[in-house]
């Protein structure tokens, strides 16, 4: 028999194999019409007298279920239209879980979401210990909980504070610690997985499950623990208040679905298992209806939308094979990216420094990364031995007449990197890319150095590039299609998000960000505490403050970027007084333990209070409120991020949001720039800097197209969005002179 999805094979012993396989889709996810059909096959089990016990299995290759169709959740508008989804998802689960016949799972692949919701429903669970076989509920992720159940059955199979661990981090686990934990009964190699499930599922016809004797269960540490956290009130009052505590650490409250699935858990724990579904259909519902549900599924669309985009828009244009790939400087980002690329992409790096010092430190570096994924048991080490083989050193340029891109990522010095260029253009093949990793050196000055400039590119990547999800490909006005849809899918490939930027300085990460730290630096100067300032960003939602982050990219950097932020662009990235005097002392941040805060000594944490003697300012803690302090830096890279979508520098707003959030950790709950602008308003955020303008000059100057779709009521995203590069107002060209 066969349903819309899901099959039915009956075999000789009397166990039916039901098999989901989505027609035409690469992956199973739980469609608007799963109830029905999932109804429709399970009673037709139930009626068949051959048929004794159930396994319920993926007809894909690499995939069990990866979660519910999230577009089927864009149409709803009211809480109880959500609702009424997980209570219907609610009934299907129960329907398996009370089911007269065993049902176990045959896991392989991802069981995302309400893929390991309908695994939890099943009585018993086999998972195969491929690679590719991992289990979580990431619903948090979008700003949601899990609504078919899973707040309910997960606690009760594998604990509470593990189950709390998985749904609030959304982390994914493989086979090995779901049998650990006591997700899955086990954990086979993938060519006995139906065999196993099978026999499970025979054993278990008139299975009674034993119920140890209260004494038995003392015998269990983890059995008492749980006892003693979660099934008397003074120990879920702990469990549940440390569990809110630890996360507000880290969301600091910006994150309602969080609360929400502690809330829930809490409320089955306490009222039984009907109670706990009902609370959660209404929260499942509620967080439909949030704006931050709305901005994390809004980057859930853009990310997939990105994996399809070949960075062209000619669609014709086809990305050349990359067999070979050569890598120019062996430093910390030059290592860090021969790393992904021998390691996620799976293609050889030939690895070139100076000196053999500099190759053999690059070589240990990337070793190191490895070793780390030996040691989490992630790599054996024969396989990490023979990934450290597709990366041999070099001093000279001997291994890359043969390379299909290379890389640099040497010292921002124009004349070194024009001559790296003319060096590979002689050793290499006519055709070779050659990208720079470069973040504010224009690529088309670069390219001035080139015989082809048509293959020169940039592949600005962020550090710890292992690490990371970002690259930024900038193009020039020369740079050929082919070269650009060739190092995006170089880069997805190294497993990034790429986006696509026009060339000029900073293109477009380092030129948001920078005008918030020059903000920053501004408030210092002031007299605002630093530590004032990086809480009142970490409350905004950024992860790290901007004062942390200077002293984490260097003060010496960050004056040498000002520099040419203040080139290119004039007064409004002028730096206040005083900052220069940082450099005079040889505060550089903490590559030399001397910065804002504070490094070395353990028992001295924080500020490092000599700062603003050496600044010439005096803190005073009621000098502005920390919601001023949060909009005036977070409009600094707002309005940025609109001059750089008006003179083209940006494709789409899409690409905007997703290069702020991955890149620069703008918070993600706030759907980046420029979801905060439609949510927020033009006309709210035209007024706001129109106002501090007023107060503190034209570092605050809106951008043109801000003040078009304030005026017009056009939005950046929807069906009447603004188009990108229509308002350059009175900004540079894209590639100023070069000034480094």
């Not at 199973?28 to 051959?50: A, Q």
């Not at 195969?128 to 992720?141: F, I, M, N, R, V």
């Amino acid at each position: 028999m066969a349903t819309e999805g899901l099959t039915i094979e009956k075999r000789d012993d009397g166990v039916a194999i039901v098999r989901m396989d989505i027609p035409g889709e690469p992956m199973n996810t739980l469609r608007d019409d799963f109830v029905d059909t999932f109804t429709e096959v399970f009673s037709s089990v139930e009626k068949d007298p051959d048929i004794k016990a159930v396994v319920f299995t993926s007809g894909k290759k690499d995939s069990f279920i990866a979660g519910a169709d999230i577009t089927m959740l864009e149409n709803v508008t009211t809480a109880e239209d959500g609702a009424r989804i997980s209570r219907e998802g609610h009934k299907v689960m129960g329907r398996i879980e009370n089911f007269p016949k065993p049902v176990v799972a045959a896991i392989h692949g991802p069981a995302l979401g309400g893929g390991l919701e309908v695994a939890l429903a099943c009585h018993a669970r086999v998972a195969s210990d491929s690679k590719k076989t991992k289990l979580g509920l990431p619903e948090a992720q979008l700003g949601l909980l899990p609504g078919a159940g899973g707040t309910q059955r997960l606690p009760r199979l594998i604990g509470v504070q593990p189950a709390l661990d998985m749904m609030l981090t959304g982390k994914q686990i493989d086979a090995k610690k779901a049998r650990k934990l006591g997700l899955v009964d086990d954990a086979v190699p993938p060519s006995i997985l139906l065999e196993t499930a099978v026999e499970l599922a025979l054993s278990r016809i008139d299975y009674v499950p034993k119920r140890d004797s209260f004494i038995e269960q003392l015998r269990d540490k983890e059995a008492v623990t749980e006892f003693a956290l979660a099934k008397n009130p003074v120990g879920r009052k702990i469990l549940f208040d440390q569990a809110r505590k630890q996360l507000h650490k880290q969301t600091r409250g910006n994150y309602p679905a969080q609360d929400l699935i502690i809330d829930v858990v809490k409320a089955g724990l306490e009222g039984g298992f009907e109670a706990g579904l009902e609370a959660e259909a209404r929260a499942f519902g509620r967080l439909l209806t949030t704006e931050e549900s709305a901005n994390l599924m809004s980057i859930f669309f853009a990310t997939t939308a990105l994996k399809k985009d070949s960075g062209v828009d000619d669609p014709n244009v086809k990305p050349r094979e990359v067999k070979k790939v050569g890598m120019l400087g062996a430093g910390l980002m030059g290592a860090g990216i021969a790393y992904v690329t021998t390691s996620v992409a799976k293609i050889p790096v030939r690895l070139k420094d100076r000196d053999a010092d500099g190759v053999m430190a690059g070589l240990r570096y990337v070793r190191g990364i490895i070793d780390g994924r030996v040691k989490r048991k992630r790599l054996t080490e024969q396989q990490a031995n023979h990934l450290m083989l597709q990366t041999t050193g070099t001093t000279t340029y001997a291994g890359f007449q043969d390379t299909d891109v290379v890389i640099e990522a040497v010292f921002e010095d124009l004349a070194l990197k024009g001559q790296m260029l003319r060096d590979v253009e002689e050793a290499g093949r006519e055709d070779v890319i050659f990208a720079s990793n470069t973040s504010s050196l224009p690529i088309t000055h670069i390219a001035a150095a080139s015989k082809h400039p048509e293959t020169v590119i940039g592949m600005h990547y962020f550090s710890p590039v292992h690490k990371m999800p970002l690259l930024e490909v900038i193009v020039t006005d020369q740079t050929a299609d082919w070269v650009t849809a060739t190092c995006v899918e170089l880069g997805k490939k190294q497993g990034k998000q790429v986006i696509v930027v026009k060339d000029g300085v900073g293109f477009y990460t380092s030129r948001v960000l920078a005008p918030m730290m020059n903000e920053a630096a501004h408030l210092v100067a002031e007299g605002v505490p630093i530590e004032k300032i990086d809480t009142a960003m970490l409350n905004w939602g950024f992860p790290v403050g901007p004062i942390k982050l200077t002293d984490e990219v260097g003060i010496d950097v960050g004056a040498k970027v000002g520099k040419i932020m203040l080139d290119a662009f004039g007064d409004r990235m002028s730096p206040p007084d005083g900052m220069q005097n940082l450099i005079d002392d040889e505060r550089y941040g903490r590559k030399n333990g001397r910065g804002f805060y504070l490094y070395g000594d353990k028992k001295k944490k924080g500020v490092d209070e000599s700062v603003y003697e050496v600044l010439g300012v005096t803190p005073n803690n009621k000098s502005i409120t920390s919601e001023d302090i949060a909009w005036r830096c977070a409009l600094q890279f707002v309005n940025e991020a609109c001059r750089c979508f008006g003179e083209g520098i940006l494709r789409s707003a899409r690409d905007g949001d997703v290069g702020a959030i991955f890149g620069l950790g703008f918070p993600p709950f706030r759907g980046g720039p420029f979801r905060f602008i439609d949510q927020v308003g033009a006309k709210e955020v035209l007024g706001r800097l129109r106002e501090l303008e007023k107060q503190h000059g034209p570092r605050f100057s809106p951008a043109p197209v801000l003040e078009e779709i304030a005026r017009s009521g056009q939005t950046f995203h929807g069906e009447d969005a603004t188009q990108p590069g229509q308002s350059r107002g009175n900004s540079p060209q894209t590639a100023p002179r070069a000034t480094a």
